[in-house]
């Protein structure tokens, strides 16, 4: 694999073969056992035009657990306040010596853009551009929903059948739209709930079911529920419905987390706005595996890491 650029690219055999490269890291990750050598003597860029706390540190803690080098840059305190541009701050970064670069930007396309562009010779990894993608978090959150189904049993699994809803801001959610290529790939049954005025227009072509009714689908018993984060930084021209008519409507609240099914799981991607799309009873509860998300999220991006840079298709891995 040269890059990882979106989920929308990945097939089945593929999707299946990176879960269980991350299964296979999972004590590394976890620091169980000793950091591998495999990546000695590489270069991991982190280039962060945009705040991040899980995706950044763990990119970061997964090329160091395989023995990488990492340098990380964040646009704030940078010279992009000069106007420096993405292709000038990229190559700056690679004159200094990288073989894999990390980006996460506000522009979708950024990553394809940088990967296509000629400017620098490297592994490019999509960290999360604009609307468009998040590819490693969708592929961390199929691992989860995996995990949770089938525990020591998850290699070589998809997850055909897994019912999946996914609830919120979809609109402005690159981790929807990954998780949505993704989960529908590997064989899920992917549902959108959310406000009219949070749905894509062009959801008709996406292979997914959509409605308004959180309630409805609470009823009728999905393996996951995904909440997302309400992204109220990206919507510019004011937030409708306003937040009590949200967290009413939308919101996984206490008394809803209370009429869902014993074994539905709830995820959230992070950072979650607590009282508005998800309730401290649901995001702290056994049914929660925000945590574990997380923590997967390491062994997700050092088995994507380990990819682009060792030129295997995960084959051999
Ligand atoms: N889920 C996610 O991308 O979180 P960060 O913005 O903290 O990286």
């Known amino acids: 694999m040269r890059h990882l650029l979106s989920t929308r690219d990945l097939d089945r055999t593929t999707a299946v073969r990176i879960l269980d490269i991350a299964e296979d890291m999972a004590d590394v990750a976890q620091r169980a056992v000793p950091k591998l050598p495999t990546l000695r003597g590489k270069t991991v860029a982190n280039l962060f035009f945009e705040d991040s706390t899980r995706t950044r540190l763990s990119f970061e803690a997964a090329a160091k657990r395989l023995s990488a080098e990492v340098i990380t840059f964040s646009a704030k305190g940078s010279s992009v306040s000069k106007g420096e541009s993405l292709k ?54 199929a691992y989860s929903i995996r995990k949770r189904l089938h525990g020591a049993a998850s290699r070589g699994r998809d997850l055909d059948g897994v019912r999946v809803t996914i609830v919120g801001d979809i609109v402005h959610s690159r981790v929807a739209r990954s998780n949505v290529w993704l989960l529908t790939t590997l064989g899920a049954e992917v549902s959108l709930v959310a406000p009219a005025t949070l749905l894509p227009g062009a959801i008709d072509s996406w292979p997914v079911t959509a409605s308004h009714d959180l309630d409805a689908a609470i009823a009728a018993k999905p393996d996951a529920l995904m909440m997302l984060r309400v992204q109220a930084e990206r919507m510019t021209s004011g937030f409708f419905p306003n937040e009590r008519e949200y967290a009413r409507e939308w919101g996984l609240s206490a008394e809803r987390f209370a009429r869902l099914d014993a074994d539905t799981m709830v995820l959230h991607p992070g950072p979650m706005n607590r009282g508005l799309e998800i309730s401290s009873a649901a995001a702290d509860s056994a049914r929660s595996v925000v945590l574990d998300q997380v923590t997967n999220g390491v062994s997700i991006r050092m088995a994507v890491l380990y990819l682009v840079l060792s030129g295997n298709d995960g084959t051999d891995a």
């Open 88 to 141: 000038d701050t990229a190559q700056t970064i690679a004159a200094m010596g990288m073989d894999a670069v990390v980006l996460r930007h506000s522009a979708s396309g950024a990553a394809a853009t940088l990967a296509g562009s000629g400017w620098i010779d490297a592994a490019v990894v999509n960290a999360g551009d604009g609307t468009h993608e998040h590819p490693t978090q969708g592929l961390l959150d």
